[in-house]
C-alpha cells in the first residue's frame, strides 16, 4: 500500500498535528485504487487539532461497473399514525362501500357460492376485488396533500413555492403554447384573489421577459427565508396546536404535539443513525453465475437476471419434487397436494393399506401422523374471521412493512381496522374467500427480492430470496397457521421442547442450547449430529 497524498501531491504532506513538524497521519491504499484528487485542510478545521483529510475516488473502483443509480420509491400518503389522515381516509373509503353496498355483496356471494360455477365465483370475487382494490387507492390519493419540497412546508413557504410553480406554467404557455389554457386562467385568478398583497395577472398580459423576471425574483425570495424554514414550520404548527386546545379538540392537539416532537427527533438522530446503525446489503443490480470449469460470469441486464434468478428460485420451491413420495404414483394420487381426500381420512384415522413400494420413513411419518391425530379426537380449530382478530393484530402492527405488489401496503389496513364498516369488509372478503376456496388473482401475484446473505457476494446461489405476498393473504395465513394452529398444539402438549420455531421463543435459546449440546458431546466423545 502506498501514501496516496504524496502519489497525487507529488511530495510529502505537511506536519499532521498542530504542534508537530511531521506528517505522522496519512491515507494509504493499494495501487489498483487511483485517487484523482486530495484535500488536507488547516487545522481546526475539525473536531481535533490534526488535519482533516478528502481523498476524492472514483465510484466505479469502489463499487464496481455495474453500480447503478437507485431511484427512490415516493413515500406514502397514508399514514395511519395520523389522525387527520387516517379520518379522511376511512371517509373517503366508506363512503364509497356505502355507496356501492360492497360489504352486502360479500355477504351475498357467501350465501349464493352453492349454486354457481368455479368459473362464475372466480369472476365475482375478481370483480368485487378490484371494485375494493379500487376504493382503497382512491381513498389514499385524497387523504392527503403531498408536500415533496425540500425545504419544512409552512404557510409562507408555501406561498412562495405556489407562485414559482404557477409562473413556470406560465413560461411554458409562452413558449409552447396550450391549446385549452383555460385552467391557467382560472389557476392565475384563483391565486390571486388568495392573497391580494402580490396581484397576478393573466398570462397574456405577460412578456417572457417579466415572467424570467418575476421567477428570478420568487426565487431569490426563498433563498432569503431558507435559513429560517425549520422556525417557520415549528411556529405554524405550534399555532394549529394552540388553535386545536381552544377549540376543544384535545385529539387533534395531541396530533400536532407529537408531530413536534417527531419532527425534532428526526433532525437530532438522523445523523447518529447513519452513523452508528448496522450495515446494509446493497440492492441486487448484478449477480454471478458458476460455471463448470469454476470460474464466473457477471450478469447486469435486467432481463437476463430475472432469468436466472427465476430458473435458480425454481429449483429452490421444486426440491419437494424429490420426496419419496412423488415417485409413488398410487400414495401420491390418493393423497394430493391438497390433501383433503377419503385417503387422507383414512391415513389419520389408522385404516389405510400403504401400497407396495412405499418408501419405509414415508410410511412411518404417515403413521405418526395418526398417532397425533388420535390424541386430537375429532377437536379441529376455528377458521372463521372475527372483526377482533382483525383489530387486534393490525392496530399494532408496523406500518413501514413492505408488502405485496398490488402496492395496498399496511397502512390501509391499519387505518380501517379504527372503523368498523370498513373492517367489517375485509373480515366478510376474507371469510368468503376462505369458505368458498378460491383465491383472487391478486393474491396469487408475489414481490421476490434478492438479498445480499455477504456484502459484496453476488453469487447467484448465495442470495436469499425473500417472497412479499398480499398484506390480507399473508395476515390470514398468520392468523390460522402461525396463530390458532401453533396454541392448539400447545394446549394438547405437541409441540416438542427442543423445536423453537414458536412464539414466545428466540433465536438466542436455539444457539444457546445447539452450543451446549455441542459441547456435551464432545466431552463425552458422543457421536450427534444437527440437522
Not at 485542510?41 to 475516488?57: C, P, Q, T
Not at 417527531?262 to 443513525?273: A, P, T
Request: charged share 25%.
Amino acid at each position: 500500500m502506498a501514501d496516496v497524498c504524496e502519489a497525487v501531491l507529488g511530495h510529502k504532506s505537511p506536519n499532521s498535528h498542530a504542534s508537530g513538524s511531521l506528517p505522522i497521519t496519512g491515507v494509504f491504499a493499494t495501487s489498483d485504487l487511483l485517487a484523482k484528487n486530495v484535500f488536507q485542510s488547516a487545522h481546526g478545521y475539525g473536531l481535533g487539532d490534526h488535519r482533516v483529510f478528502v481523498i476524492d475516488f472514483d465510484l466505479v473502483q469502489l463499487l464496481g461497473p455495474e453500480y447503478a443509480q437507485l431511484v427512490r420509491l415516493p413515500g406514502r400518503k397514508l399514514q395511519a399514525k395520523r389522525y387527520r389522515i387516517r379520518k379522511a381516509y376511512n371517509k373517503s373509503l366508506r363512503d364509497n362501500i356505502r355507496r356501492h353496498k360492497l360489504t352486502e355483496k360479500y355477504q351475498s356471494l357467501y350465501q349464493r357460492h352453492h349454486t354457481m360455477t368455479d368459473s362464475e365465483i372466480s369472476h365475482e370475487i375478481n370483480k368485487l376485488d378490484k371494485l375494493k382494490m379500487e376504493f382503497m387507492r382512491c381513498a389514499e390519493s385524497k387523504c392527503k396533500k403531498k408536500c415533496a419540497g425540500k425545504l419544512p412546508c409552512s404557510p409562507k413557504v408555501s406561498f412562495w413555492f405556489k407562485r414559482l410553480r404557477l409562473f413556470d406554467r406560465i413560461r411554458k404557455h409562452k413558449v409552447n403554447p396550450l391549446p385549452d389554457p383555460r385552467n391557467l386562467f382560472r389557476a392565475c385568478t384563483r391565486l390571486s384573489r388568495d392573497c391580494t398583497q402580490m396581484e397576478i395577472l393573466q398570462p397574456q398580459d405577460y412578456t417572457l421577459a417579466e415572467v424570467d423576471a418575476r421567477i428570478l425574483s420568487i426565487k431569490e425570495q426563498i433563498e432569503l427565508i431558507k435559513p429560517i424554514t425549520p422556525e417557520l414550520r415549528t411556529s405554524h404548527i405550534s399555532n394549529k396546536r394552540d388553535e386545536a386546545l381552544e377549540a376543544g379538540n384535545k385529539k387533534k392537539a395531541q396530533e400536532l404535539t407529537n408531530m413536534l416532537e417527531r419532527e425534532e427527533l428526526r433532525g437530532c438522530y438522523r445523523e447518529i443513525k447513519m452513523t452508528t446503525s448496522k450495515g446494509r446489503g446493497r440492492k441486487v443490480f448484478s449477480v454471478e453465475t458458476e460455471n463448470a470449469d469454476g470460474s464466473r460470469t457477471s450478469i447486469t441486464s435486467k432481463e437476463e437476471i430475472e432469468r436466472v434468478a427465476g430458473q435458480t428460485i425454481g429449483e429452490r420451491y421444486r426440491l419437494a419434487y424429490s420426496a419419496p413420495i412423488m415417485s409413488n404414483n398410487k400414495l401420491l394420487q390418493d393423497v394430493g397436494f391438497s390433501g383433503d381426500g377419503p385417503a387422507v381420512e383414512a391415513i389419520l384415522r389408522g385404516e389405510y393399506t400403504f401400497p407396495i413400494g412405499t418408501d419405509p420413513y414415508t410410511e412411518l411419518l404417515m403413521l405418526e401422523a395418526a398417532v397425533l391425530f388420535s390424541s386430537l379426537g375429532e377437536q379441529g380449530i376455528d377458521d372463521w374471521v372475527h372483526s377482533h382478530d382483525f383489530q387486534h393484530y393490525w392496530l399494532h402492527a408496523c406500518e413501514r412493512t413492505e408488502s405485496s405488489k398490488s402496492q395496498l401496503h399496511f397502512g390501509h389496513y391499519m387505518a380501517g381496522s379504527h372503523d368498523k364498516e370498513i373492517t367489517e369488509l375485509h373480515v366478510s372478503s376474507l371469510n368468503t374467500i376462505r369458505e368458498i376456496g378460491i383465491a383472487p388473482e391478486r393474491w396469487r401475484c408475489s414481490v421476490t427480492v434478492l438479498l445480499e446473505k455477504v456484502f459484496g457476494v453476488r453469487l447467484i446461489t448465495k442470495l436469499r430470496a425473500i417472497c412479499l405476498l398480499e398484506a390480507g393473504f399473508n395476515w390470514l395465513n398468520k392468523l390460522i397457521f402461525a396463530q390458532r394452529l401453533e396454541d392448539h398444539c400447545r394446549l394438547h402438549g405437541l409441540t416438542p421442547r427442543e423445536q423453537f420455531a414458536k412464539s414466545k421463543s428466540c433465536c438466542e435459546e436455539a444457539s444457546l442450547i445447539k452450543n451446549l449440546t455441542n459441547d456435551g458431546g464432545q466431552i463425552l466423545h458422543n457421536n450427534s449430529a444437527i440437522t
